[in-house]
């Protein structure tokens, strides 16, 4: 069946995020040497396995994008998103998080979709997911969210072209999917008042950044990547966590002894 052409678009209120779940950023999955992915960006299979194993075996409960959004949060509820949407959320995260069933939502670039990673000069480009792969993320339990049309960040861009990284590339996305995007996640976590209101005006429910949040259209996430140990993944999920990061982003000359405290993992290459 051919994806409609149009779509209509509801505007609901924002998301009812005041019970703050634990929202895990990750990017790829797959094993990735330090010079091909310079930015830590990908997770290996088995580490995702271990960070979800942590919180299942104690008792954390997944969420989905719409129970995240009408409010089903609480101190032991988590959120799994992945941004950019590469080929190995489809190839290797899905079958993963099934197995678990732990859902998920992928952000994706509407207008790169089949396409490659070339938006940071130093990560080796990566395959992106198609629009067919789209759909088999959506019926294999996935959620489906905007990541924007093609990476550009969006602090201080013009009207016209915020509408195209925004309503147009919402609009694009919900020919794929049939479904208008009700969850959106900045490029680079980059975000500023013109961006975040006109994600607002676009009918998105929900955006997400990265460390800086600024209300429910940028809900600030905890950031997983390649370098983390067991012992700083555990840490990532304390509630004091993100105050904590604040703190060290704040005054740079924490971050070494908090790294020499909680070990940072080794890579290849």
């Known amino acids: 069946m051919n994806p409609p052409t149009t779509v209509d678009v509801i505007r609901p209120r924002p998301a009812r995020v005041g019970a703050k779940p634990l929202v895990l950023m990750y990017h790829g999955v797959g094993r990735r040497g330090a010079q091909q992915d310079p930015y830590n960006l990908f997770v290996s299979p088995d580490e ?21 959004l009408f409010g089903a949060g609480g101190p032991r509820r988590f959120l799994v998103t992945f941004d950019d949407g590469y080929l190995s959320v489809h190839d290797v995260a899905l079958p993963l998080l099934n197995e678990l069933r ?18 940071m000069p130093d990560l080796a480009p990566e395959p992106l997911i198609s629009a067919e792969q789209v759909l088999a993320l959506r019926d294999g339990g996935f959620d489906i969210g905007l990541h924007g ?39 680079s976590g980059a975000h500023d008042a013109a961006s975040r209101a006109a994600v607002a005006a676009a009918g998105m429910r929900v955006a997400f950044a990265t460390h800086c949040g600024a209300g429910p259209f940028a809900v600030a996430r905890v950031d997983v990547n390649s370098t983390d140990t067991s012992r700083s993944f555990r840490l990532k999920t304390v509630r004091g ?27 290849e290459p």
């Not at 732990?102 to 938006?119: D, E, K, N, Q, R």
């Not at 982003?249 to 890579?267: D, E, K, N, Q, S």
């Open 48 to 68: 995702l396995r271990g960070h979800l194993g942590y919180l299942l075996g104690r008792g954390w409960q997944p969420l989905t994008m719409d129970e995240y």
């Open 102 to 119: 732990v859902p998920a939502t992928v952000f994706v670039c509407s207008g790169l979709l089949g396409g490659w990673s070339h938006w």
């Open 149 to 187: 049309w093609d990476h550009t960040l969006l602090p201080g861009l013009p009207a016209d072209q915020l509408h195209r990284q925004i309503w147009l590339a919402a609009q694009r996305l919900a020919g794929v999917t049939g479904q208008w995007p009700l969850a959106f996640a900045y490029p």
């Open 241 to 267: 966590y993100p105050v904590l990061r604040r703190a060290v982003g704040a005054l740079p000359g924490l971050r070494p002894a908090l790294h020499a405290m909680i070990g940072v993992a080794r890579r």
